[in-house]
């Protein structure tokens, strides 16, 4: 018995909601194929795609891990063989480390006697990721599970809900040929913020979200802007001012960093999309650095089997 799935990729804080907001992106993901073998406990036969170099050892694996929880958990007397295919590149800021925790457990999940629950299942991906980042964190997990626009709140006990996006919008993507590890880029953060930022902040996060439930384009547009987070971590960008002003003097809704970074994103209508794609691109090409570039929808579609 085997089964194969797909995790999304994932934009982590959307700028304004650190470690709680995230949503998925279409265009790229990781593959998962998990086999049933008779004896309890997980190996990874081959790792391929985009990055291969990674630990075979499934403790030190995202998706070796996170499925090596279930076995464990569940008291399963059998376990399972991954097959993992990278389509996220190496320290992108793209969820690349919760896509395969992801879909590592949704294959493997398939297998099951007893289907999980999303929510079951997304505990069990947060094992995974915490290998990756040391500590465990939902803002990529969530939304590549569940898909779409994603608010969580709480840890242990989380609630998850699908946050509505106004169907004309599009998010660009654009992913510099560049590693931040995610450990670096939480490293130089300030562990205090001014209670200015922290009232600024708020007030983008409430606009933000209520402008996608209510459609309100504008409000979106004045609302997305990280005020906390970004202005710590654009040092670590090359040309970031660069791409971010290429974005919004051509139709941007928003701009800002994807996660942890490298890669940046970008919110706008459909129509603007290619242009804030060009513009991006250049922006990286100002400090000759060359890029990759996606534009996709924010449909709520997260992780499933496809084999």
Same mark, same amino acid.
């Given at each position: 018995?085997?089964?194969?799935?797909?995790?999304?990729?994932?934009?982590?804080?959307?700028?304004?909601?650190?470690?709680?907001?995230?949503?998925?992106?279409?265009?790229?993901?990781?593959?998962?194929?998990?086999?049933?073998?008779?004896?309890?406990?997980?190996?990874?036969?081959?790792?391929?795609?985009?990055?291969?170099?990674?630990?075979?050892?499934?403790?030190?694996?995202?998706?070796?891990?996170?499925?090596?929880?279930?076995?464990?958990?569940?008291?399963?007397?059998?376990?399972?063989?991954?097959?993992?295919?990278?389509?996220?590149?190496?320290?992108?800021?793209?969820?690349?480390?919760?896509?395969?925790?992801?879909?590592?457990?949704?294959?493997?999940?398939?297998?099951?006697?007893?289907?999980?629950?999303?929510?079951?299942?997304?505990?069990?991906?947060?094992?995974?990721?915490?290998?990756?980042?040391?500590?465990?964190?939902?803002?990529?997990?969530?939304?590549?599970?569940?898909?779409?626009?994603?608010?969580?709140?709480?840890?242990?006990?989380?609630?998850?809900?699908?946050?509505?996006?106004?169907?004309?919008?599009?998010?660009?993507?654009?992913?510099?040929?560049?590693?931040?590890?995610?450990?670096?880029?939480?490293?130089?953060?300030?562990?205090?913020?001014?209670?200015?930022?922290?009232?600024?902040?708020?007030?983008? @996060? #409430? %606009?933000?979200?209520?402008?996608? /439930?209510?459609?309100?384009? $504008?409000?979106?547009? !004045?609302?997305?802007? &990280?005020?906390?987070?970004?202005?710590?971590?654009?040092?670590?960008?090359?040309?970031?001012?660069?791409?971010?002003?290429?974005?919004?003097?051509?139709?941007?809704?928003?701009?800002? @960093? #994807? %996660?942890?970074?490298?890669?940046? /994103?970008?919110?706008?209508? $459909?129509?603007?999309? !290619?242009?804030?794609? &060009?513009?991006?691109?250049?922006?990286?090409?100002?400090?000759?650095?060359?890029?990759?570039?996606?534009?996709?929808?924010?449909?709520?579609?997260?992780?499933?089997?496809?084999?």
């Amino acid at each position: 018995m085997a089964a194969t799935a797909f995790a999304p990729a994932s934009i982590g804080n959307v700028a304004v909601g650190f470690d709680v907001l995230g949503h998925s992106f279409q265009s790229i993901g990781d593959r998962v194929t998990a086999r049933r073998v008779a004896t309890p406990g997980v190996t990874i036969g081959a790792i391929t795609g985009t990055t291969v170099d990674l630990p075979l050892d499934a403790e030190k694996n995202t998706a070796g891990m996170a499925v090596l929880s279930m076995v464990r958990d569940l008291k399963l007397d059998f376990g399972f063989e991954l097959t993992i295919e990278k389509g996220i590149p190496l320290g992108s800021g793209l969820g690349g480390s919760a896509a395969s925790a992801v879909a590592g457990v949704v294959a493997a999940n398939a297998l099951l006697p007893k289907p999980l629950t999303l929510l079951e299942q997304l505990q069990f991906a947060l094992k995974g990721e915490q290998v990756a980042s040391g500590s465990r964190h939902v803002d990529n997990i969530a939304p590549s599970l569940f898909g779409g626009l994603v608010l969580t709140v709480g840890i242990d006990n989380p609630n998850v809900k699908q946050i509505p996006v106004p169907p004309t919008v599009r998010c660009v993507l654009v992913h510099p040929h560049m590693v931040l590890n995610t450990r670096e880029a939480r490293s130089i953060l300030s562990k205090t913020v001014s209670l200015s930022d922290v009232i600024w902040q708020t007030a983008n @996060i #409430s %606009g933000f979200i209520t402008g996608c /439930f209510t459609g309100d384009l $504008q409000l979106i547009r !004045e609302s997305l802007e &990280d005020v906390v987070i970004e202005p710590q971590r654009q040092v670590l960008i090359p040309g970031f001012q660069a791409v971010k002003q290429g974005a919004l003097s051509n139709g941007a809704l928003g701009c800002s @960093i #994807s %996660g942890a970074g490298p890669t940046i /994103f970008a919110w706008c209508e $459909q129509q603007h999309a !290619e242009r804030v794609r &060009d513009a991006m691109v250049a922006g990286f090409a100002t400090v000759k650095m060359a890029s990759d570039a996606w534009i996709s929808t924010l449909d709520a579609v997260g992780a499933r089997i496809v084999d």
